[in-house]
């Protein structure tokens, strides 16, 4: 249970490139990049409580492991796929629901930290989170 606790986004790298490769637009990119975004995370066995809190939104995800659920970024695109466990790492591949592309998603403890790397469209980012 590496992943359990309360992290907070302490630093973004390429993230403004990604969320461009999203298509999502200057204003909500400028925004994103500084949305102080917190993530509780609690895992039972095979199944994870995620709470996202942000400037712009509070949500709770629930999933187990392997399964597929759907999920909704804060700029509203929606997404569905699944997470898996592998090599203590959380993977994660989604598609998006409006053109099918490919996200793929990646949560692994470095050290105190907490790195979570998006690629999209050729494009990576990684967001680094402490514990709150």
């Known amino acids: 249970m590496a992943f359990d606790g309360t992290w907070k986004v302490e630093k973004n790298e390429n993230y403004e490139k990604f ?14 990049a500084h949305d102080n975004l917190k993530i509780t995370i609690q895992q039972e066995g095979n199944k994870f409580t995620i709470k996202e809190s942000s400037n712009f939104r509070t949500i709770e995800i629930v999933f187990i492991l392997g399964e597929t659920f759907d999920y909704s970024l804060a700029d509203g695109t929606e997404l569905q796929g699944d997470w898996d466990l592998k090599e203590g790492k959380l993977v994660g591949t989604f598609k998006r629901k409006d ?6 998603a990646l949560r692994e403890i470095i050290g105190d930290e907490m790195v979570q790397t998006y690629t999209y469209e050729g494009v990576t980012a990684k967001r680094i989170f402490k514990k709150a």
Not at 19 to 32: F, S
Not at 99 to 104: A, P, Y
């Open 19 to 32: 969320m461009e490769a999203m298509g999502i637009n200057i204003m909500k990119r400028k925004l994103g």
């Open 99 to 104: 053109n099918g592309k490919e996200l793929k």
